[in-house]
């Protein structure tokens, strides 16, 4: 018999906001350090003049803004952030998540779904969620560290978009997966590779219907 599998994006699907910025933010203001305040301001500098606007017309896939975020942690202790990471999950995260899609999670977990956390955000604070939920351990975006020092790169390949179903496979046999009963959840339309790599596809949408989830003959939950 073949494995079910549940997936789950983690920005604006579990919890209800975006969570890669702001975890950079909170190691920032929990450090003081002046070399990440400095790149902090001349990325602030950036948005202003437009660079990043005129940058993705010509790469729209670009991820040099999230490059330029993360390079503020070059330096800090793998210690240091793995600290910081359990206080962000509890005093940013928990109260934040999204009880209806939490409760599905939950609900394919007793079903005996193999349940995946599958993210553009950080391993490390998402990690703190899939050990309270006692889950598999995330797909995510990975932070490079040598020697105990993180060097504000990422680790191998940004858990974005399609790039999502190549880490995926990284993890998951996808031959020993019953696809037609497993269930992927995500709010975006960039994460229609996500969506459409198992049957059931359910797009997370806040207030309102949103049009590609019906175009694309997705389920739909509405928060």
């Known amino acids: 018999m ?5 997936l789950f994006d983690f920005c604006d699907t579990l919890v209800d906001f975006q969570t890669g910025d702001a975890f ?21 500098f950036l948005i202003k003049t437009r660079f990043f606007s005129i ?4 790469f729209p896939s670009n991820n040099w803004h999230k490059k330029l975020k993360l390079f503020q942690l070059k330096g800090s202790t793998k210690s240091e952030i793995e600290y910081l990471s359990l206080l962000y999950y509890s005093q940013r995260i928990k109260p934040r998540l999204i009880t209806r899609i939490v409760q599905e999670l939950e609900l394919y977990k007793e079903k005996g779904y193999a349940i995946y956390i599958v993210s553009g955000g950080f ?6 969620f899939c050990k309270e939920f006692e ?3 995330p797909i995510a975006t990975n932070i490079k560290y040598q020697n105990g020092i993180c060097l504000g790169v990422i680790d191998g390949i940004d858990c974005m978009h ?12 996808l031959s020993n997966i019953d696809i037609e009963e497993s269930v992927a959840y995500s709010d975006s339309i960039t994460d229609l590779p996500l969506l459409t790599i198992v049957k059931n ?11 590609w989830a019906a175009s694309n003959n997705l389920k739909e939950v509405i928060i």
């Open 2 to 6: 073949k494995n079910k599998i549940a």
């Open 24 to 44: 950079i933010d909170f190691i920032r203001e929990n450090t003081k350090k002046k070399k990440a305040l400095f790149f902090e301001n001349f990325r602030m």
């Open 55 to 58: 940058l993705s017309k010509f």
């Open 123 to 128: 391993t490390d604070y998402i990690i703190h």
């Open 135 to 137: 889950i598999n351990k």
């Open 162 to 173: 399609a790039a999502k179903i190549d880490k995926i496979k990284d993890v998951i046999d």
């Open 201 to 211: 596809g359910v797009v997370v949408s806040k207030k309102h219907s949103q049009n």
